[in-house]
């Protein structure tokens, strides 16, 4: 999928294995049976190419579709659903109202649910840690809650009791929370922190294995052994750039 037979379509993705909003956009690149070439970045020493793509941030995903570029991992999950409806699966709902309540909650899942998980991630204290975990939790309980309105409502063209968000089959809000699972396992295997508990949250946690069941996940997604390496880098380069001070 990620080879460099994508003459036809003209698209880079400049990514990182593990950051699920550059996972976000390979999911729909591969939902869209689109093939591109993937060019892995190295966020401790930006490549000339993703700061001069995305100058506001520089940061990943950037889609370059004919040497134009695509920032923000939603507004290309978007722009990919949009640019080819025809090919492989539609990730947005059909319906306005049905796409406005996925933008909805996936703008949520960004502004809450990640600096909330991010921050058990980061946290210099247990105690700071464990406010975090209250915060993470407190989003996933609106999530459940959000799975089932939306599960078994028609807008989503799944209806009652849709195994995803996206109906039947995954569409932009499995995107935006599924890119999160590898994380997910990391924060259990790094902290014994169960992001989406099937106590609190039998609904999600139904869904998150099934999500991690589909041929996109298994085709897309790392294990959380690689999240883990990774978050053991970022910890590690932190600790000297502090030493360094
Ligand atoms: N809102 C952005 C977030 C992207 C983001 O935070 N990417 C991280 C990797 S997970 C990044 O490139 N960080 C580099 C930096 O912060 O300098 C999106 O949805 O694309």
Known sequence: MADAGNEAEGL??????V?????????ALSLKGLSYEYVEQDLFHKSELLLASNPVHNKVPVLIHDGRPICESLVVVEYVDEVWPATGAAILPAEPYGRATARFWAAYIDDKLFPAWMGVMKAAT?????EKVRETHAAVLNLEKAFAEISSSS???????????GGDSVGYLDLALGCSLPW??????M????VIDAARAPLLAAWAERFGETAVAKEVLPEPDEAVAYAKKIQAY???ASAKK
């Not at 880079?12 to 294995?17: I, K």
């Not at 902290?191 to 169960?194: A, C, K, L, W």
């Open 12 to 17: 880079r993705l400049l990514g990182l294995h």
């Open 19 to 27: 950051s699920p909003f550059a996972l976000r956009a390979r999911m």
């Open 126 to 130: 247990e105690e700071a840690r464990a």
């Open 155 to 165: 807008s989503n063209g799944g209806g009652n009791g849709a195994a995803f968000f």
């Open 184 to 189: 997910f396992g990391a924060l259990r295997a």
């Open 191 to 194: 902290f014994g922190v169960e």
């Open 238 to 240: 932190r600790a000297s």
